[in-house]
């Protein structure tokens, strides 16, 4: 089984500003890792995700996450935040299943508040 | 638009009444999903299917819960004699099926469900 945490549920900062999401997760088993994105009154966004090779991943506007397998962590980070990226992160993990299909285990979300 | 689409966005309903929603996959896509969003909280997976076969059923997935995907088309998620536990956005994704654990899942805008 895996689980997922989100360590802060609130981050506030200021535009510009640079910015961490942290995430943890437990599992037994190889995972692949995601980060979802979710703006006010729409639908969940992938952001980006981590399935093997190279530890660090970017999206592309501007967010990068990197794997640390030793601490079991996926953080997602951004040199500098805009008004635009308002929204809550979710981190999610799914482990290799038979059949081949990713059922994600998500965590409770971070929502980020960027002032002006 | 050629995303997951949901139907209806909202819905209020009494206590004890059955409520159904129906979500449409983006076309060729093989597996659906369902997840369950209460307020402040991640979304939790409830049932898979892969064409229209129901490959997995949460244990959030009381006697009371339903789903169905009729020719590996459109989904509909039943609730009968709801409850105000059952309160919540339900949301349904859709992804290519590529025989592998890795492709996206794409999610639809959600169903919000307020039960009185």
């Known amino acids: 089984a895996q689980s997922v945490t989100q360590l802060d549920s609130q981050v506030p900062v200021f535009e510009e500003a640079p910015v961490e999401l942290r995430c943890n997760y437990s599992s037994s088993v190889s995972v692949y890792l995601f980060w979802y994105v979710q703006y006010p009154n729409q639908g969940l966004q992938l952001l980006l995700k981590y399935l093997s090779g190279s530890t660090l991943v970017e999206s592309i506007n501007g967010f990068e996450a990197e794997f640390n397998k030793s601490q079991t962590s996926f953080h997602l980070r951004k040199p500098s935040v805009h008004i635009s990226d308002t929204a809550e992160y979710f981190c999610a993990v799914s482990g290799l299943r038979s059949g081949g299909y990713n059922k994600l285990i998500f965590g409770a979300g971070t929502r980020l508040a960027v002032h002006p | 638009d050629t995303g997951v689409s949901q139907n209806p966005r909202h819905k209020i309903t009494k206590r004890g009444q059955n409520v159904t929603f129906r979500c449409d996959p983006i076309?060729?896509?093989?597996?659906l999903y369902w997840y369950r969003q209460t307020l402040g909280q991640g979304p939790e997976f409830l049932t898979y299917f892969q064409n229209e076969a129901q490959l997995e059923k949460s244990r959030l997935l009381s006697d009371r819960f339903s789903a169905e995907r009729p020719k590996g088309s459109f989904s509909t998620l039943e609730i009968q004699r709801t409850e105000q536990g059952d309160s919540a956005m339900y949301l349904c994704a859709s992804s290519l099926g590529s025989g592998t654990s890795t492709d996206t899942q794409y999610f639809g805008p959600g169903t919000r469900l307020t039960v009185l």
């Open positions: 076309s060729e896509h093989n597996r």
